[in-house]
C-alpha cells in the first residue's frame, strides 16, 4: 500500500520508535528521478493516461481508475513497458513533450512487526517550491495494515487521494488533482461478490478522500459536505447490502467507523441546509424582519460550530485510520478467511445471482413501505423515505453495465420521491435545529415560530407531488425482475 506523509514528518519518521528494523538487514539509498510525457495536445491525460520516464525504461500507467478497479492506496495500473517510446504502441504515435518532473531520494528498509516482516520505500522529492513524500508498506495483509495504522496515529501519513504522477502534475500546472471517482459506484463488471463489494466500497472510498482536505480546508461551499455525508451513507448501506456474504468483524469495524465520520458530518450538513436553504426562503417572504435576522445570527453561529468539529475530526487520526482502514478492506483477502463456510460461497457468487436476491427484498420494503401511500402520516412517510433511499443505494451498487439504462430509469424516480419526501424530513430537521436555537419559548421565539409556520405551509403543498412520483414509481420496470 501507498501512502501520503508530511514532509516535515517524512524527515522523523525513521528515528521513530515505532519501526523496528529487521534483523541482519540494512537502509538502501538511491536517487531517483522520473519525469511525465504526454502530447501537446494533452491527448493521453484525456484518455486518463500518462507516459512515465526513468532512466532506461518507460511505462504507460493509468492516471485516473476510468473504468477500471484501481482501489485506493495501490500503485497505478500499468498499461505498458519499453526502453523506448516506441515499444509502447499506439499511444506514442504523436510527438511527446515532457508535462512534469520529480527528483528525489528514495529509502529502503525492512521492517519487523507481530505480523511479519514489511518492506518500506520512503521517498522524498522537490517539484517547484514544494517537498512531498510518499510511503510504500510491501508485505502480508496484516502486518501492513498493523504498522501503517500505528504510523497514521503518529504521522501524518494517510492514503492518497491520487497517484504520485497526479500529484506532480497538478503542483506543476497549479491546479487541483483530478478526482480519482465521484458520485455512486460505476455500473458493476465484477466476477465475484466478494470483487463487486471492493469496487463499491473502493469507489466510495476515493470519493470521501477526495472531499475530505476541500472540507478541512475551511471551504465554506456546502457541497464537499454533502458529498461526503452521502458517500458514508452509500458505504454503510453497501455494507448492509454485502452483510449476508461479507459479514466478520474488519467489515463491521469499518462500519463503526464509517458512523462516527457520520455523526460529525450530520450536524454539519444539517445547519448547512438550514442556514443556506431553509432561511433565505423565511427571510424572502420576511424581509425586514428584525428577529428574524436574529435568529439567522445564531443559527450561523451553531454552523461554524459544527463546521470546526467536522474540521477537526478530519485533521485527526481517526480519519486517518479510518482512510487506511477502508482501503486496506478493499484490496486484502486475508479478512474472507474469517467468514462462514456459507458466506465464503455467496462471496464466491456471481454478482448478478446474488443481487437480484437483494433487490427484491429492498424493493418489496419499499412496496410494502408505500402501501395506503394517501392516508400515511409523517412519520410514516419518513419511513418510506428511508426505504426508498436503501432501496436506490443498493441498485446502484448492482447496476449492471448490459442493462444500465433501465436501472438509471429506475433511479431517478426513486429519487425523485425521495426528494419530494424530504421535503417533509427537512420541516422535522429544522423543527429539532430550531430548538437548539431556543424553541418556540425561548429567546427566539418569535423567530422560531414564523419559521416553523413557514415550513408547515410549504409541507402542506407536497404531498399531491409525493403521490405523483410514487406512481411513477410504480410504472416502472425492475431490470433483476
Not at 528525489?104 to 514489511?118: F, I, L, N, Y
Not at 471551504?219 to 458529498?227: A, G, K, L
Not at 427571510?283 to 424582519?289: E, I, L, N
Not at 438509471?408 to 424516480?413: E, G, T, V, Y
Request: charged residues 25%; hydrophobic residues 45%.
Amino acid at each position: 500500500m501507498e501512502f501520503v506523509l508530511d514532509p516535515h514528518d517524512a524527515a522523523r519518521l525513521q528515528r521513530s520508535k515505532l519501526l523496528v528494523r529487521a534483523p541482519g538487514t540494512r537502509p538502501r539509498y538511491r536517487a531517483i528521478r522520473l519525469a511525465w510525457h504526454d502530447t501537446p495536445h494533452r491527448d493521453l491525460r484525456a484518455d486518463g493516461l500518462v507516459l512515465e520516464e526513468r532512466p532506461g525504461l518507460w511505462r504507460l500507467e493509468r492516471l485516473t481508475p476510468g473504468n477500471n478497479t484501481w482501489l485506493p492506496g495501490q500503485a497505478p495500473p500499468e498499461i505498458a513497458r519499453g526502453r523506448v517510446p516506441a515499444d509502447l504502441g499506439h499511444a506514442t504515435r504523436d510527438t511527446l513533450v515532457p508535462v512534469a518532473s520529480f527528483d528525489g531520494r528514495q529509502a529502503t528498509s525492512v521492517q519487523q512487526t507481530h505480523a511479519g516482516p514489511v518492506t518500506m520505500e520512503l521517498l522524498r522529492g522537490v517539484v517547484g517550491a514544494r517537498t512531498i513524500a510518499r510511503l510504500t508498506l510491501d508485505g502480508g495483509d496484516a502486518a501492513v495494515r498493523d504498522l501503517a495504522q500505528a504510523l497514521a496515529a503518529a504521522f501524518d501519513l494517510s492514503v492518497p487521494r491520487c497517484s504520485l504522477a497526479a500529484e506532480v502534475i497538478a503542483l506543476t500546472d497549479g491546479v487541483l488533482p483530478p478526482p480519482r471517482r465521484l458520485g455512486a459506484p460505476d455500473p458493476f463488471g465484477d466476477a465475484t461478490v466478494a470483487a463487486a463489494f471492493a469496487h463499491a466500497m473502493g469507489h466510495l472510498t476515493d470519493v470521501l478522500l477526495h472531499f475530505a482536505p476541500l472540507v478541512a480546508a475551511g471551504d465554506s461551499d456546502t457541497e464537499p459536505v454533502h458529498q461526503m455525508r452521502v458517500a458514508v451513507r452509500r458505504a454503510r448501506s453497501a455494507i448492509a447490502v454485502f452483510r449476508h456474504g461479507l459479514a466478520c468483524p474488519d467489515v463491521a469495524a469499518a462500519n463503526r467507523d464509517l458512523k462516527a465520520l457520520g455523526a460529525v458530518l450530520g450536524p454539519a450538513r444539517d445547519w448547512d441546509v438550514f442556514v443556506t436553504e431553509t432561511l433565505p426562503d423565511v427571510t424572502a417572504a420576511f424581509p425586514d424582519d428584525v428577529k428574524l435576522r436574529r435568529l439567522a445570527k445564531a443559527a450561523q453561529t451553531q454552523r461554524a460550530a459544527c463546521r470546526t468539529a467536522l474540521r477537526d475530526w478530519l485533521l485527526s487520526p481517526a480519519f486517518r485510520h479510518l482512510g487506511v482502514g477502508l482501503a486496506w478492506l478493499c484490496a486484502s483477502d486475508s479478512w474472507h478467511a474469517t467468514l462462514s463456510a456459507e458466506e465464503q460461497v455467496a462471496s464466491a457468487m456471481e454478482p448478478a445471482a446474488f443481487a437480484a436476491h437483494v433487490l427484491h427484498r429492498r424493493w418489496r420494503k419499499v412496496a410494502t413501505a408505500g402501501k395506503s401511500i394517501k392516508t400515511l402520516d409523517i412519520p410514516a412517510l419518513h419511513n418510506l423515505r428511508l426505504r426508498a433511499k436503501r432501496a436506490r443505494y443498493a441498485i446502484e451498487i448492482f447496476l449492471p453495465i448490459d442493462n444500465a439504462k433501465a436501472g438509471r430509469r429506475l433511479i431517478r424516480r426513486l429519487s425523485s420521491l425521495q426528494e419530494q419526501l424530504g421535503t417533509l424530513n427537512d420541516g422535522a430537521v429544522a423543527a429539532g435545529m430550531l430548538d437548539a436555537l431556543g424553541g418556540p419559548n425561548g429567546r427566539h421565539g418569535y423567530a422560531v415560530g414564523l419559521v416553523l409556520g413557514f415550513l408547515a405551509a410549504s409541507a402542506s403543498t407536497v404531498r399531491p407531488r409525493i403521490l405523483r412520483a410514487w406512481e411513477k414509481l410504480q410504472r416502472t420496470s425492475r431490470f433483476w425482475a
